[in-house]
């Protein structure tokens, strides 16, 4: 009878305390971002030609899309690990098309690699779509100069 008595007691305490439990309220910035408006994606990168060498071209596309306009597309590059950015290109969105085969807006790029680099020398290229509404999204793109 005592262990039926402390099961009750037991029960009748974890009620009382899970009754006065209050939801918390959700993330301030998450409700910020959601009424500005949509995040862009910066879905992938498309290798197109060879390898890459010194003073040769590295052509790429550059895939992505947003629910909301976009005011630019930057392209950075940097040659010491990402240290150290600097903005080779900004598109505007009428500069880009859609791709049937991905289902995403494509952009392609032509960049000469710079004759500065030595063999094995790693290029970093980061490419940002940015929203009229201020948000946006990266995705970056590395390969070793051959």
Request: glycine share 8%; aromatic share 12%; charged share 15%.
């Amino acid at each position: 009878m005592k262990l039926y008595n402390k099961l009750i007691l037991a029960c009748g305490v974890m009620l009382a305390l899970t009754a006065c439990y209050e939801k918390p309220p959700a993330p301030v910035d998450g409700l910020i971002k959601m009424s500005l408006g949509s995040i862009p994606a910066a879905a992938d990168y498309t290798w197109v030609g060879a390898d890459p060498a010194v003073g040769g071209q590295v052509t790429f596309t550059f895939n992505f899309w947003s629910d909301t306009d976009i005011e630019a597309i930057n392209m950075y590059m940097s040659t010491d690990g990402g240290t150290t950015e600097t903005l080779v290109q900004t598109n505007t969105y009428a500069q880009s098309g859609f791709s049937q085969f991905y289902s995403t807006d494509t952009i392609a790029y032509t960049f000469t690699i710079p004759t500065s680099l030595i063999t094995d020398e790693d290029v970093d290229y980061r490419g940002e779509v940015v929203n009229t509404n201020g948000n946006t999204a990266d995705r970056g793109i590395s390969f070793t100069v051959q």
